[in-house]
């Protein structure tokens, strides 16, 4: 990152820097609002969430929900690349759509780098520049 090693940042800037959602993330409180220094409404919003949700139990939402959260909540820390495992998994269609233009927008606006790792071919052709294969743990650029 800015032509430094991951090694050579103090970890708390590296992860403000670098935010990694991976298919299901922690929850560590047993409401939904103590997960949150700040939430945006509009992201909530564009993420077809109301801001009631805020003082549902993780528990009570479905794994959609809470992948849409968790993703609002990395994007708090307005991180210069996203690492992106399955971010639509749990979804479905509309809520996909919503997600991608979420990450598209987000991209966009921050001039942030995105890693999205999908198994969906139509998914990767929809949000991507660039498409890449890890195959026996060598990633390869694919053809155009």
């Known amino acids: 990152m800015d032509d430094r090693e991951c090694g050579q940042w103090?970890?708390?800037a590296w992860r403000r820097m670098v935010?990694?959602?991976?298919?299901?993330?922690q929850w560590w409180d047993e409401r939904v609002e103590p997960h949150f220094v700040h939430v945006e409404s509009p992201w909530l919003a564009a993420l077809g969430?109301?801001?009631?949700?805020?003082?549902?139990?993780?528990?009570?939402l479905s794994s959609g929900q809470r992948?849409?959260?968790?993703?609002?909540r990395l994007m708090g820390?307005?991180?210069?690349?996203?690492?992106?495992d399955e971010p639509t998994a749990n979804l479905d269609g509309e809520n996909a759509a919503r997600v991608?233009?979420?990450?598209?927008?987000?991209?966009?606006?921050?001039?942030?780098?995105?890693?999205?790792?999908?198994?969906d071919p139509?998914?990767?052709?929809?949000?991507?520049?660039?498409?890449?294969?890890?195959?026996?743990?060598?990633?390869?650029?694919?053809?155009?």
């Open 10 to 12: 103090e970890a708390p």
């Open 19 to 25: 935010g990694f959602l991976p298919v299901e993330s």
């Open 49 to 60: 969430l109301s801001d009631s949700i805020l003082e549902r139990r993780v528990d009570y």
């Open 67 to 72: 992948q849409r959260l968790a993703l609002i």
């Open 77 to 84: 820390n307005r991180p210069k690349a996203l690492l992106l």
């Open 100 to 119: 991608e233009a979420f990450i598209g927008a987000y991209r966009r606006d921050a001039g942030a780098a995105v890693i999205w790792v999908t198994h």
């Open 122 to 144: 139509a998914q990767s052709r929809r949000v991507a520049t660039a498409h890449y294969t890890l195959t026996d743990g060598a990633l390869a650029p694919l053809p155009s």
